[in-house]
């Protein structure tokens, strides 16, 4: 049924399960191996359950599983069905869990022991009429015949909703229809150029769909992403050791982990060749920790986000140390992200905090501005997110729509500046809404934060406006240097009213690599 099929991810991976059926597909945590072939007998036969239980073409089924051949098992039987995958992450809390369902709506849901046992204290999960673990059974001769009548999924089918960090108000739910996945597949392997003799450890869990689209065999990560502080790079760096793993995609917490520890260990690791990292920013003295612990690997930073992966990226070699607060040009100098994507296309514009409902590509265009200005990054391509699920008011702010093109709000901001090769290339100022405007003067807290990075003993700082006053915060990798650090800090070229010390610095729970300026704030 699968030769007229129109390409997504599941039939991708059926074509590679068919023509490499020994290859292997994915390796897990505790080392057990499985074939495509044996993976795709797998898939079929828990497409054939789902069934046999009630789950249907079009229905939203909850997956709470951790990254293992069970998760990737359940998600591509799903799409085989044509239900749709809602993904929430490991380390979602209670509030943000009731919030998640009442978006989604769910007919079922399948979870771990753990996620189910904590799903009867949730009043919303409690609605879900089905609920199943993350085993099956093969299903009689009569039932598995039905299975040759499943319809077929088209590119504007939903294949999951994955929900953003939610950090800045109610989470939105990202609608990635089969055609999108395709399109942003077809985006990252123009930056991945897999290889036959390819293996990857994916600690990102969409890549490991492209991974099985593509046929690379995935090792998964021993670590638990709801816990980041408890990565042992150790078990990480021997895994790749052991299933000699020559492509690493991680956040810049884990490549950092990695690093430091190669580094402090004198290890070398000469199977990796190729490292991507993304999710977060990674300032130039944390790309050249990455290149001296991985001398020979090529190390690429992909500049994105939940709507848009990848909009720019660049070399962590081309990342170069900087005084980021010296103007230039009536500007400060924000931190490089690399020449735009093939896959994208990218504009500057005004920033505003309203929606922006112009009607037409000149209307567009007399918001845009020149190379060298800041204003807000807004991005268009194919594998640009197009749409919220139930959510009309994500869509009005997030989204420009002229002509059929969608243009996706990033809230990031920046400058672009004409590269070498005549492309543009982006520069990050950070969020908009976190721009400090005070006596006329624009500060950027992106840009402090890149300087930060350079003091030594900082490991990492920001400036917010908190009750009409400047404040520096900032962590210390030794808490003896702070009179040293704080008269560094005083004589930056801004307002600082106070410096606030603090023994961790909040994080985003999903990279645990960028400030949470909201929970900051309120710590002030």
Same mark, same amino acid.
């Given at each position: 049924?699968?030769?007229?099929?129109?390409?997504?991810?599941?039939?991708?991976?059926?074509?590679?399960?068919?023509?490499?059926?020994?290859?292997?597909?994915?390796?897990?945590?505790?080392?057990?191996?499985?074939?495509?072939?044996?993976?795709?007998?797998?898939?079929?036969?828990?497409?054939?359950?789902?069934?046999?239980?009630?789950?249907?073409?079009?229905?939203?089924?909850?997956?709470?599983?951790?990254?293992?051949?069970?998760?990737?098992?359940?998600?591509?039987?799903?799409?085989?069905?044509?239900?749709?995958?809602?993904?929430?992450?490991?380390?979602?809390?209670?509030?943000?869990?009731?919030?998640?369902? @009442? /978006?989604?709506?769910?007919? $079922?849901?399948?979870?771990?022991? &753990? +996620?189910?046992?904590?799903?009867?204290?949730? #009043?919303? =999960?409690?609605?879900?009429?089905?609920?199943?673990?993350?085993?099956?059974?093969?299903?009689?001769?009569?039932?598995?015949?039905?299975?040759?009548?499943?319809?077929?999924?088209?590119?504007?089918?939903?294949?999951?909703?994955?929900?953003?960090?939610?950090?800045?108000?109610?989470?939105?739910?990202?609608?990635?229809?089969?055609?999108?996945?395709?399109?942003?597949?077809?985006?990252?392997?123009?930056?991945?150029?897999?290889?036959?003799?390819?293996?990857?450890?994916?600690?990102?869990?969409?890549?490991?769909?492209?991974?099985?689209?593509?046929?690379?065999?995935?090792?998964?990560?021993?670590?638990?992403?709801?816990?980041?502080?408890?990565?042992?790079?150790?078990?990480?760096?021997?895994?790749?050791?052991?299933? @000699? /793993?020559?492509?690493?995609? $991680?956040?810049?917490?884990?490549? &950092? +982990?990695?690093?430091?520890?190669?580094?402090? #260990?004198? =290890?070398?690791?000469?199977?990796?060749?190729?490292?991507?990292?993304?999710?977060?920013?990674?300032?130039?003295?944390?790309?050249?920790?990455?290149?001296?612990?991985?001398?020979?690997?090529?190390?690429?930073?992909?500049?994105?986000?939940?709507?848009?992966?990848?909009?720019?990226?660049?070399?962590?070699?081309?990342?170069?140390?900087?005084?980021?607060?010296?103007?230039?040009?009536?500007?400060?100098?924000?931190?490089?992200?690399?020449?735009?994507?093939?896959?994208?296309?990218?504009?500057?514009?005004?920033?505003?905090?309203?929606?922006?409902?112009?009607?037409?590509?000149?209307?567009?265009?007399?918001?845009?501005?020149?190379?060298?200005?800041?204003?807000?990054?807004?991005?268009?391509?194919?594998?640009?997110?197009?749409?919220?699920?139930?959510?009309?008011?994500?869509?009005?702010?997030?989204?420009?729509?002229?002509?059929?093109?969608?243009?996706?709000?990033?809230?990031?901001?920046?400058?672009?500046?004409?590269?070498?090769?005549?492309?543009?290339?982006?520069?990050?100022?950070?969020?908009?809404?976190?721009?400090?405007?005070?006596?006329?003067?624009?500060?950027?807290?992106?840009?402090?934060?890149?300087?930060?990075?350079?003091?030594?003993?900082?490991?990492?700082?920001?400036?917010?406006?908190?009750?009409?006053?400047?404040?520096?915060?900032?962590?210390?990798?030794?808490?003896?240097?702070?009179?040293?650090?704080?008269?560094?800090?005083?004589?930056?070229?801004?307002?600082?009213?106070?410096?606030?010390?603090?023994?961790?610095?909040?994080?985003?729970?999903?990279?645990?690599?960028?400030?949470?300026?909201?929970?900051?704030?309120?710590?002030?």
């Amino acid at each position: 049924m699968l030769e007229n099929a129109p390409f997504n991810i599941v039939d991708l991976f059926y074509e590679q399960a068919r023509a490499n059926p020994a290859k292997t597909a994915l390796i897990d945590k505790d080392n057990h191996v499985i074939s495509f072939g044996e993976l795709e007998q797998q898939i079929t036969e828990t497409a054939q359950y789902f069934w046999h239980k009630g789950i249907r073409q079009g229905d939203r089924v909850l997956v709470f599983v951790p990254m293992s051949i069970d998760l990737y098992r359940t998600v591509l039987a799903l799409f085989r069905i044509g239900a749709t995958s809602v993904f929430l992450d490991e380390w979602v809390s209670m509030a943000r869990l009731e919030v998640c369902c @009442q /978006v989604a709506q769910c007919k $079922a849901f399948i979870g771990i022991w &753990k +996620a189910r046992l904590i799903g009867y204290f949730s #009043k919303e =999960l409690r609605k879900i009429p089905i609920w199943l673990g993350t085993g099956y059974r093969k299903v009689g001769k009569q039932a598995s015949g039905q299975y040759d009548n499943f319809q077929l999924t088209h590119e504007n089918d939903i294949a999951l909703l994955t929900f953003t960090t939610g950090t800045t108000g109610t989470p939105k739910a990202a609608k990635r229809t089969h055609g999108f996945l395709k399109a942003q597949l077809e985006a990252l392997v123009g930056k991945l150029e897999p290889r036959f003799d390819d293996v990857d450890m994916p600690v990102l869990p969409i890549v490991l769909l492209i991974n099985l689209a593509t046929g690379t065999p995935s090792v998964i990560a021993n670590f638990k992403a709801s816990k980041p502080n408890s990565l042992k790079p150790a078990r990480l760096l021997a895994q790749i050791e052991q299933h @000699q /793993v020559n492509r690493i995609i $991680a956040s810049p917490f884990v490549i &950092k +982990a990695l690093a430091q520890y190669a580094l402090d #260990k004198q =290890l070398a690791c000469p199977t990796l060749r190729k490292i991507f990292t993304g999710g977060a920013p990674v300032f130039p003295t944390e790309a050249q920790l990455y290149t001296k612990a991985f001398p020979t690997a090529r190390i690429e930073i992909v500049y994105g986000s939940t709507e848009a992966e990848p909009i720019s990226g660049c070399l962590a070699q081309d990342c170069h140390v900087d005084n980021p607060l010296q103007k230039e040009e009536n500007t400060y100098k924000g931190l490089y992200v690399g020449e735009v994507a093939s896959s994208a296309t990218v504009k500057i514009i005004k920033i505003t905090d309203s929606p922006i409902a112009v009607q037409s590509e000149a209307e567009l265009e007399a918001m845009e501005l020149p190379a060298g200005e800041v204003g807000e990054i807004i991005v268009a391509g194919k594998h640009v997110l197009r749409e919220y699920f139930n959510n009309e008011e994500a869509l009005l702010r997030n989204k420009i729509f002229i002509d059929g093109v969608c243009w996706h709000r990033t809230g990031d901001s920046g400058f672009w500046v004409e590269g070498w090769k005549g492309g543009r290339e982006l520069y990050l100022m950070g969020r908009c809404n976190a721009i400090i405007r005070q006596g006329g003067k624009a500060f950027f807290p992106f840009v402090f934060e890149h300087y930060f990075q350079q003091i030594q003993g900082v490991v990492m700082g920001t400036i917010l406006e908190a009750k009409g006053e400047i404040a520096a915060c900032v962590e210390l990798a030794y808490p003896a240097e702070k009179g040293t650090i704080e008269t560094q800090i005083l004589a930056l070229p801004a307002p600082i009213d106070k410096i606030h010390f603090l023994a961790k610095m909040p994080r985003d729970l999903r990279h645990n690599s960028r400030i949470d300026y909201q929970a900051l704030s309120k710590l002030l």
